[in-house]
Structures are given as structure tokens and as C-alpha cells.
């Protein structure tokens, strides 16, 4: 695929091009909150992009012990293909790697990295045409693991647009949102998306084929696992098929996988108040300590002013019983609109993450706290110039409380290529 097919294929949702009106349905409850003005907080830009050095971070970031940041960027580099990059406690940059089709390209995830110390993580596109999941050494020396065979009519997993989960044992898990089961409708091309399994030896097995009915389809975040190695994550389409948008039906699942591979459906969106398209910015879900799960939708929700078409967007809570609960939505003014990337959990309880947009005063996208009452603080607002525009990427939290981020793009005069932010508390 180019890199215009992959970015209309695999990332199209993520621009914020929002689908027509829902079908109203089922609103859950919905907690009355009040949105706080932002309290004192100190913005950053560590790094704003030049191009050579990497361009449009789409992935959030992540720290090791010492405090280097470690992210992605969806093109710029040496060859235009994406690069891996490091922040070190300084500030300075290093590219560690960047990516030329045949190693992949494309990379729109968050990395992971093993007890090795070697970060892992997907691209789309590889020297078989359809991604790539790698491991890099933090010297740079990059090693693909498995590369996804490409083309229309075979039905192997195709185009890892999600990042990955190592457990103990070494063994990566992750989703494509194409390949498996064929005649998929939900979402406009002949297959469905798949959960795998890559093992230690890079024999790669397919966990669940999703089928694009009431099990889901396209599954765009990442998976969890809990002690019992069941896994948890989202699909962005398929479940209630009374849910319809354009060119695709259903608003997507939460869904749980057992070790056997058995699927069981824990919500279907249905595109009125308790949201719609799951995407979790290739992050997915997050659990607190009793097994309860968090997480976003980017649409539906709030129907009234800048929201009435396509809504702004939600968070919501699946508790370990079952329980489905709204815990925000947005208003699409000031507060933001379309959460399309996962959250991040402090001990307190506190959930923080970032909106893509807004519609009044929050065009170019807001990072928010939402306190454990329901309650939501605008940390920031982006200006779309030096701080940069559209962070479809979540956060990462260090020790002291700091927060950490990706600007997909940065409006200034020569540069529209992304910024990497720091907010203090």
C-alpha cells in the first residue's frame, strides 16, 4: 500500500472526519458534572519536528527508569517513512531508527518495553505489504518479527494498527483491523480484523476472527490482560448493527477474550449517550486494581450545539460486574470534543486524557483530568501553532506527576509536522 491508501485505510478516523448521525438509542446514565477551569499548570514543547528527525506523531510516549521518553512518528525520517525516537532527560533527541518499507513503515502505535530492555511495536507497512511487528534495540538495531502478508483475497491478519501487550513469558498479543473471517461488511472491506498471538519463536496464532456482527469489527486499540490472562480491548465497528454511520455498521464493542480464545461481548455503543468508535489511540482500555475498565469513545454522547451531528465524544467506566456507566461528556466547547485516545490512571483514581478537537474555543485539541467524582479539569488547551494541533495519542505520567504527549501537527509558519509537550502540575 502507499502511504495515502494506509493513511485512508487505517487512520482515516483519526483525522477527526466525523460520521453522519446516529440512529438515538438506548442513553445510559449519564453523571451531572460540571466542567473546572484549568488550574495553574506549566506547557512545554520539548520538541517540535523538523521532518528529517520524524513527522505527525500519531502514538503517545513511554518513559523507562531514568526518564527518557521513547515515541513514534507516522512519517518524516530519513526516507519519509516514520522514525523511533528518544527524548533524554535533557531534552535532547536522538532518532533511533527510520523505517523503509522493508523494515515497516507507517508506525501509528504506542511502543512497549520488554523486561530486555528492547522496545517493541507495529507498523503498517512491510516488505510483504501489509505491516510489521519489530523489536529495536536501543542502540537502533531493529529486527522485524513478523511481517503481515498483504492482498486482498487471502485471510491472514492484515494492517496492525494497534500496539502491543508482552506478558511474562515473552509472548506479544495484538490486533489487526483487517484479515480473518471474509464477507465482512461493517467497515467497507472483505474482512473483519483478528486478535493474535505472536510467541517467543514468532509462530504467529490467531486468538478470535471477529466477523463484524454482534462480536465487532476492526478491533483499533490495544489489549489488556488481567491475572486469569483474559484479555480486554475494543473494536471500532460491528456490535449493534442498528448503530449505522457512513459506509459502516455498528458503533463498536468492548469485548473480553478468554485463554481459549473465547469471545464475549461486555457492551455494545450504540451511538446515543454512551458514546460510539472506540479507538483508544492505539492505547484501548485501562483497569484499576479491582478489574474495572475505563476508557473512551470518540463520538456520540452530547447532541446539542457544536456536538448535534455526530457528538463529542465520551468517557465511560465497564465495571467487573457488567455495569456500564458514563462518567463525562463532552460539550465540545471548551472542554474539547472527540477523546480518540486511551487514558492513563493516577492512584487517586484520577483518569487523564486528551481530545483530538473541539468546536468552539478547543479547535485543536485539550488534555484534561477527570477526577474520581466526575468532575473535569481542562489542564490545557492547544493553540494549534507552537504548541502544536491534534494530540491523537494518550499520555504518559511520571513519578513526580508530570504528564507527557504527542501534536500530530504544529500550525507555525515552516513547520506543520508535530510536537512532543510536558505539562508539570
Known sequence: MTKQNHWQFGSRIRLGAARVAY????????????????????????LTFNGSDGANPIAGLILDA???LYGTTFGGGALTYGTVFKIDKTGGETVLHSFSVGDGAFPSTRLIMGKDGNLYGTALEGSKGSGVVYKLARSGKETV???????????????????????????????????????????????????????????????????GGSDGAAPYGSMIMDGA?????????????????????????????????????????TGGGDGAFPLGGGDGLVADSAGDLYGTAGYGGNFKGGCAVYGCGTVFKLDKSGTFTVLYTFKGNSDGAQPNAGLIRDSAGNLYGTTQG????????????????????????????????????????????????????????????????????
Request: net charge positive.
Open 23 to 46: 440512529a438515538f438509542a438506548t442513553v445510559v446514565l449519564t453523571l451531572v458534572v460540571m466542567t473546572r477551569p484549568a488550574q495553574t499548570q506549566t506547557y512545554t514543547v520539548l
Open 66 to 68: 531514568s526518564g527518557n
Open 145 to 211: 518479527l513478523y511481517d503481515f502478508i498483504g492482498g486482498r483475497f487471502n485471510q491472514k491478519p492484515k494492517v496492525p494498527e494497534t500496539g502491543l501487550l508482552m506478558d511474562t513469558a515473552g509472548n506479544l498479543y495484538g490486533t489487526t483491523i483487517s484479515g480473518g473471517i471474509s464477507d465482512c461488511s461493517a467497515q467497507g472491506n472483505p474482512y473483519c480484523g483478528t486478535a493474535f498471538k505472536l510467541d517467543s519463536k514468532r509462530k504467529l496464532t490467531i486468538l478470535h476472527s471477529f466477523t
Open 229 to 269: 490472562r483474559n484479555l480486554y480491548g475494543t473494536t471500532y465497528v460491528g456490535g449493534d448493527l442498528n448503530c449505522k454511520q457512513q459506509g459502516e455498521k455498528g458503533c463498536g464493542v468492548v469485548f473480553k477474550l478468554d485463554a481459549s480464545g473465547t469471545e464475549t461481548v461486555l457492551h455494545s455503543f
Open 358 to 425: 473541539g468546536v468552539t474555543n478547543c479547535m485543536y485539541g485539550s488534555v484534561f483530568k477527570l477526577d474520581t467524582a466526575g468532575k473535569l479539569t481542562v489542564l490545557h488547551v492547544l493553540n494549534g501553532g507552537t504548541d502544536g494541533a491534534n494530540p491523537f495519542g494518550g499520555l504518559v505520567r511520571d513519578s513526580s506527576g508530570k504528564l507527557y504527549g504527542t501534536a500530530y501537527q504544529a500550525f507555525t509558519f515552516f513547520n506543520r509536522v508535530g510536537t512532543v509537550f510536558e505539562i508539570t502540575p
